[in-house]
């Protein structure tokens, strides 16, 4: 209870108890989002990659690379098949597609 001289030490130290409850609770969850929204952003880039690709063959080019917020996608072409390669989190990945 509040009285003249503030609020008592059972009551500060249970009300900072409950704040570090709450705000340990929200750690992983805003982690999970932020890791699911990078990789949603990276499935974005690949398309974008895949589009400007599939315009550059149309040119006769049939290999190519951009870099996107730090992350470089490869993409070349094998007849049908478009492959690109990009880097996330120091492990590379491949997708290809047939078209």
Same mark, same amino acid.
């Given at each position: 209870?509040? @009285?003249?001289?503030?609020? !008592?030490?059972?009551?500060?130290?249970?009300?900072?108890?409950?704040?570090?409850?709450?705000?340990? !609770?929200?750690?992983?969850?805003?982690?999970?989002?932020?890791a699911?929204?990078? /990789?949603?952003?990276? /499935?974005?880039?690949?398309?974008?990659?895949s589009?400007?690709?599939?315009?550059?063959?149309?040119?006769?080019?049939?290999?190519?690379?951009?870099?996107? /917020?730090?992350? @470089?996608? !490869?993409?070349?072409?094998?007849?049908?098949?478009?492959?690109? /390669?990009?880097?996330?989190?120091?492990?590379?990945?491949? !997708?290809?597609?047939?078209?």
């Amino acid at each position: 209870m509040r @009285n003249e001289k503030g609020f !008592s030490f059972a009551e500060a130290m249970l009300t900072l108890t409950v704040t570090m409850v709450i705000f340990g !609770s929200l750690l992983p969850i805003s982690y999970r989002m932020l890791a699911k929204l990078h /990789d949603q952003k990276i /499935d974005v880039h690949l398309a974008y990659t895949s589009n400007q690709a599939a315009i550059k063959r149309g040119h006769g080019i049939l290999t190519g690379n951009r870099v996107i /917020d730090k992350v @470089n996608y !490869s993409w070349t072409w094998e007849e049908r098949l478009l492959c690109i /390669d990009y880097t996330k989190t120091e492990i590379t990945y491949q !997708s290809c597609e047939n078209y």
